[in-house]
């Protein structure tokens, strides 16, 4: 299966700054690369597809990139209701597709 | 209006079957390139995706649990039911239905989520 490592584990950051997560494939994955967010209690939310396409709905300060095995959400500035546990998920050809074990990211 | 909608039983004993029904509305299973994933989610943890039922029937099951698992559609019912056997306490977790547009691999709306307790 393809695993897939979120990096960092547990964020702690400020309204205002700028947030990076990292996700990593063990094998290339091309673009199909998803990041989610959740709340505590709530399903998840889609934000990015196609590793950079995003959600309609979703506010602009919200970017994924990436290709192959390296992939990044950034959040170029952090808002009240950001924060919230961030997840990747690879839907690679008809492979079993495998959620990042989480990126929770919490007020500073 | 996409929706999604989890059923099925709340609690089930080590050993059984338990079987959750995704209805869906706003769209027909029968679409092309429309199919849905379940995944879950134990308390506190992260998120696993189980299983997909693709527009074409064609089926694809977590390695690890694929022996447990069986995913089916009734497109006339616009349901999706999974099957997973010999339910053990670790099986415990919120269990979700999401479509996905399997041309561009978007997850696009998720239902509620249903919490599955296995308990004797």
């Known amino acids: 299966d393809i695993q897939l490592t979120q990096s960092p584990s547990f964020l702690s950051a400020s309204v205002g700054d700028r947030v990076t997560i990292t996700c990593r494939a063990s094998h290339g994955i091309s673009g199909y690369l998803a990041w989610f967010q959740q709340k505590p209690g709530k399903a998840p939310k889609l934000l990015i597809y196609a590793a950079s396409t995003l959600q309609s709905g979703v506010p602009s300060r919200f970017s994924g990139s990436g290709s192959g095995t390296e992939f990044t959400l950034t959040i170029s500035s952090l808002q009240p209701e950001d924060f919230a546990t961030y997840y990747c998920?690879?839907?690679?050809?008809?492979?079993?597709?495998?959620f990042g074990q989480g990126t929770k990211v919490e007020i500073k | 209006q996409v929706t999604l909608k989890e059923s099925g039983p709340v609690l089930v004993k080590p050993t059984e079957t338990l079987t959750l029904t995704c209805t869906v509305s706003?769209?027909?299973?029968?679409?092309?390139?429309?199919?849905v994933s379940w995944i879950r989610q134990p308390p506190g943890k992260a998120l696993e995706w189980l299983a997909h039922i693709f527009s074409n029937d064609e089926k694809s099951y977590s390695t690890s649990l694929k022996s447990r698992l069986t995913i089916s559609k009734d497109t006339s019912k616009s349901q999706v039911v999974l099957s997973m056997t010999n339910m053990d306490l670790v099986d415990t977790a919120t269990y979700y239905c999401a479509r996905i547009r399997e041309a561009v691999r978007q997850v696009d709306y998720w239902g509620q989520g249903t919490l599955v307790t296995v308990s004797s």
């Open positions: 706003g769209f027909s299973l029968s679409n092309a390139r429309m199919g």
């Open positions: 998920q690879q839907l690679y050809s008809n492979f079993p597709w495998t």
